[in-house]
């Protein structure tokens, strides 16, 4: 089974990454065009970009610091972390049961882009 990890620096608090990863309107700043999502487990979740859509759920919540969600055949962490710069880094880690993945790269590059807009 391939895993995919990348990870990105935001400068922003703890706090405030959590409502970049937490929050639909947030989400739809850097992941998908349309987002439905509540930091719930087993929530529905549904990503709309590019006219593709992914349908999954939530599996495991900790509040401020770790989502995990299946979606399609992956199963997707999202870990936040004091970063020792400041700010909060921010993990991705998708384990990938079939070749349908997401290109997480540019998705880190529009989220640390979206933490930018609204500073906490």
Do not use: Q
Not at 34 to 50: H, K, Q, S
Not at 54 to 82: C, K, N, P, Q, Y
């Amino acid at each position: 089974m391939p895993v995919v990890n990348r990870e990105v620096v935001l400068p922003v608090p703890r706090e405030r990454a959590w409502e970049l990863i937490t929050e639909p309107s947030e989400l739809e700043e850097w992941l998908g065009e349309e987002v439905e999502f509540e930091p719930e487990e087993d929530a529905p979740l549904r990503v709309t970009d590019g006219g593709e859509t992914r349908e999954g759920f939530v599996e495991e919540v900790t509040e401020f610091e770790r989502i995990v969600f299946r979606w399609g055949d992956s199963r997707v962490e999202w870990i936040l972390e004091d970063a020792i710069s400041g700010g909060t880094r921010f993990l991705v880690t998708e384990h990938r049961y079939a070749a349908d993945t997401v290109a997480w790269g540019p998705k880190l590059m529009a989220l640390a882009g979206a933490s930018l807009l609204c500073p906490a």
